[in-house]
């Protein structure tokens, strides 16, 4: 199957959004298509942390569309994700079961490997990243 760059269109590989080192698992809403130049050049997700960051931000705003409800079962997270039962079973190890289901906050969190993404986060990267070159 060819994938195309959502940025300009070119032949692209998969990017994992969240990476597999952080945590991350395979499903539709943690890849985005980027081809090489938007992947690991200087511009990409690998070498510029800003867009990385923008990134995983978008994919958590997506996930909080998706889980609307306070709960749910690991069936439901398994259809919503398209997930494996290897990977369904890798998020639900570190989730607590309610009687009404898995939180969706702390679904969200461990699709996010563990984290959680802010617009005032970015900005004080950047912050931080500009003081640091004074």
Do not use: W
């Not at 890849?31 to 990134?55: A, E, F, T």
């Not at 369904?88 to 009404?100: D, G, H, P, Q, S």
């Amino acid at each position: 199957m060819s994938y195309y760059c959502e940025i300009c269109g070119d032949y692209a590989d998969v990017h994992h959004i969240v990476h597999r080192s952080e945590g991350g698992l395979d499903f539709k809403l943690n890849y985005k298509y980027l081809c090489k130049k938007h992947h690991r050049s200087k511009m990409g997700p690998h070498r510029d942390k800003v867009v990385d960051l923008n990134y995983k931000l978008e994919m958590q705003n997506k996930l909080r569309e998706l889980f609307i409800k306070s709960f749910y079962t690991g069936n439901d997270i398994k259809i919503m994700l398209g997930l494996t039962p290897g990977s369904l079973k890798k998020l639900t190890k570190n989730l607590k079961l309610y009687k009404e289901g898995y939180s969706s906050d702390e679904i969200i969190f461990n699709l996010m490997g563990r984290k959680v993404y802010s617009e005032e986060y970015i900005e004080d990267f950047i912050l931080q990243k500009a003081i640091s070159c004074i």
